[in-house]
């Protein structure tokens, strides 16, 4: 990635002139400054991801809850309902609830409404990465992977489940099962980039190769994490639509079959012998 001073845009490596090197050295904050941003980025795309599944996963559970005689698939969908409405709270406690992209986020008020860490992500650009970023960030990031773990399974047994039902398969979000398994691969990715001890804060003005590997590696880092900004920007843009354009649809056409009082429809669901009725507000 190039990084830009004044009317220059230089790319790390290690064949770079001595002016070039010179003025990298002495602009040697743009690091940290590159670095922190592409973090925070990568946060709040992460919070966008929380805030989708928590409306999928408060979607299944409230649907589940109208179907007798299945407590194990009900159960199991509560439970990952408020465990990551909890991860959202604590989203919520770090950047605020409204905070839904990087401009959002920059317009907001200094007030801080708390925080579940240690950093206070408003002025990132002014934080240690090693003493207050990348420690905050993994505990972020290790109880986000917890939680979207147990999220995969537990949308597998609703796939399971719903695709026996031809009203309920009409609710599955296309290829949410699948997106899920690759936004868990992309947080074990950023788990491992922010493992990376790196000199990131304190740059010694040094001509030394062994320097200027270091600065390729902060480079590779805060390019990754960019790259994994992208992956959970794009999962949250093509499934927020797709989310929004199912649910609508599905309660459209299960209303079109049966309708039972005000504002409620009750198809039923036959498994052997029991007969489940479900009550889907619209």
């Given amino acids: 990635m190039p990084y830009t ?8 490596s290690l064949d770079l002139t001595e002016e070039d090197q010179d003025l990298l050295l002495q602009n040697s904050q743009i690091f940290k400054y590159c670095l922190n941003n592409a973090v925070l980025k990568y946060l709040i795309n992460l919070k966008t991801i929380v805030h989708l599944y928590s409306d999928v996963l408060t979607v299944y559970s409230t649907l589940l809850k109208k179907i007798p005689q299945y407590d194990d698939i009900t159960t ?7 465990n990551i409405l909890q991860l959202e709270n604590d989203f919520n406690d770090i950047f605020g609830k409204d905070t839904m992209d990087e401009s959002t986020y920059n317009n907001m008020s200094g007030a801080t409404n708390g925080s579940s860490t240690s950093t206070n992500f408003r002025q990132i650009e002014l934080q240690s990465y090693e003493h207050n970023i ?9 109880s986000t992977l917890h939680t979207f773990e147990f999220v995969n399974k537990t949308l597998h047994c609703i796939e399971v489940f719903f695709t026996s039902f031809s009203n309920l398969k009409k609710l599955l979000v296309p290829y949410l099962k699948q997106q899920t398994s690759s936004i868990i691969r992309s947080l074990r990715s950023a788990d491992e980039l922010f493992q990376v001890s790196l000199i990131v804060d304190n740059i010694p003005y040094s001509f030394e190769p062994s320097v200027w590997r270091q600065l390729l590696e902060i480079e590779r880092v805060t390019s990754s994490i960019e790259r994994e900004s992208v992956t959970l920007r794009t999962a949250f843009c093509t499934f927020e639509a797709s989310l929004e354009e199912v649910s609508l649809q599905g309660a459209l056409e299960i209303a079109q079959e049966e309708t039972c009082g005000e504002g409620q429809i009750g198809p039923r669901f036959q ?8 009550f889907f507000k619209i």
């Fill in 76 to 82: 199991m969908a509560n439970e990952c309902k408020n």
């Fill in 271 to 278: 498994s052997g012998n029991a007969v489940a009725l479900l």
């Fill in 134 to 142: 990348r420690p905050s960030v993994n505990l972020i990031l290790h």
């Fill in 5 to 12: 001073i004044g009317d220059r845009k230089i790319r790390v």
